[in-house]
């Protein structure tokens, strides 16, 4: 592999971990937060979470974890043509959705609303809260102790208030400082896998059609290049022809705009990553371009009334689920009527937000469905 670029995050030179431990005998800082993410227990249970379909609509739509792993292996490709830091972008992309709620964005709102008077509750920050301290697995620590670059990869965004409760990890929110751009090239990335993604669920599930998509600039381009290349082609394959085709286009266009900031802005360290402005971006044509696909996918497929039912009955569980927790907690798992002694109503959207959507239903069942035990 190709050196790393001098402003590329290295392992010998993190910030360390929350509880110090000894070097990883074969593996760098980095490889080992990666292969903890993938051993635990939230990451198993992406499996069982989506972002638009419930889990059981369908086998073949994407979930929570081949989501992860396409921006993982999109976000390898950037790192590596940008000679960063690849196994830090890998870790931070396996780990980037592990505090999602079931029922996707739906389940999120409903938390979040259930959560409005006792500190709110965003996916993000609960990302954060698994690694550091929901997974249960090590004898010396709670959490799985990931390195600082990682967890600051996986913090997004944080508003002021909650910045200033998270110390060293917080400060660069109130600073105005950046993450490393392995960080920054990871949020883009994710953007990259659900749009396009989404346009190929949606295609498959029937929401949205061809000819609709033929409105929107990015698509109808490539799949005018694919029918040119493959005058007989049609179904599946020019589906998939065009969305390969669009995903190679923005990360191509994202590895040439961020290498372009990095050299306007002088950049030469890790530290200067920090000073500088956002320097992981797509060029302003095709950050228009995907803005164009991303209003029309909101407009047609996640505000098609057959989502919006499924988003509303998903809305109904999570509340009826917190409502009866509230109102008694001795019907929640043991370990979670022990952290709901400290703060119930945190213990409780831990509890609900580490469901995956089909438990969420049963659970859901359990307590509601008369006549079910
Ligand atoms: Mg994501």
């Known amino acids: ?41 939230a990451f198993r249970r992406l499996e069982y979470k989506t972002q638009v379909f419930v889990n059981h609509e369908g086998d073949l739509f994407r979930t929570r974890l081949t989501h992860s792993i396409e921006v993982a292996q999109i976000v390898r490709t950037l790192a590596r043509a940008l000679r960063l830091n690849e196994d830090l972008a890998e870790a931070i992309a396996l780990s980037h959705d592990l505090g999602h709620t079931p029922f996707g964005h739906a389940g999120q709102e409903a938390l979040n609303d259930c959560m409005r008077e006792h500190g709110g509750f ?170 164009e696909l991303k209003r029309f996918l909101n407009r047609n497929l996640y505000q098609h009334y057959q989502v919006l039912r499924m988003t509303s009955k998903a809305r109904r569980i999570i509340n009826d689920l917190f409502a009866a927790f509230m109102q008694d907690t001795r019907l929640l798992p043991p370990q979670y009527q022990r952290r709901a002694q400290a703060d119930k109503p945190r213990a409780i959207a831990d509890y609900i937000a580490g469901m995956t959507d089909r438990y969420a239903i049963r659970e859901h069942r359990r307590l509601f469905a008369v006549g079910e035990i």
């Not at 670029?5 to 937060?33: C, K, L, M, T």
């Not at 040439?256 to 044509?285: C, H, K, M, W």
Request: hydrophobic share 35%; proline share 3%.
């Open 1 to 41: 592999m190709a050196e790393l670029a001098a402003y590329a995050v290295r392992g010998e030179n993190s910030r360390g971990r929350r509880h110090a431990e000894p070097a990883p005998a074969a593996r760098s800082e980095f490889q080992r937060d990666r292969d903890r993410v993938v051993h635990s227990t």
């Open 122 to 291: 965003e996916h993000n920050l609960q990302s954060l809260r698994i690694v550091d301290l929901l997974e249960e697995r090590y004898g010396g620590f709670d959490g799985l102790n990931l390195t600082y670059e990682t967890r600051e990869g996986i913090l997004k965004h944080c508003a002021p208030a909650r910045a200033r409760e998270l110390g060293e990890l917080g400060r660069r929110f109130l600073e105005g400082r950046r993450p490393s751009v392995e960080a920054q090239l990871c949020n883009l990335a994710d953007e990259i896998g659900y749009n396009n993604h989404d346009v190929d669920d949606g295609l498959r599930s029937g929401l949205i059609g061809l000819e609709q998509l033929e409105a929107i600039g990015i698509w109808r381009r490539h799949a005018a290049e694919v029918r040119r290349a493959f005058p007989d082609i049609g179904g599946r394959r020019l589906i998939h022809e065009t969305v390969r085709r669009m995903i190679n286009t923005l990360a191509v266009d994202l590895i040439e705009e961020t290498r372009r900031n990095i050299l306007a802005a002088g950049v030469a360290s890790l530290e200067d990553v920090y000073r500088a402005p956002q320097l992981a971006a797509f060029s302003q044509a095709t950050h228009e371009e995907h803005r």
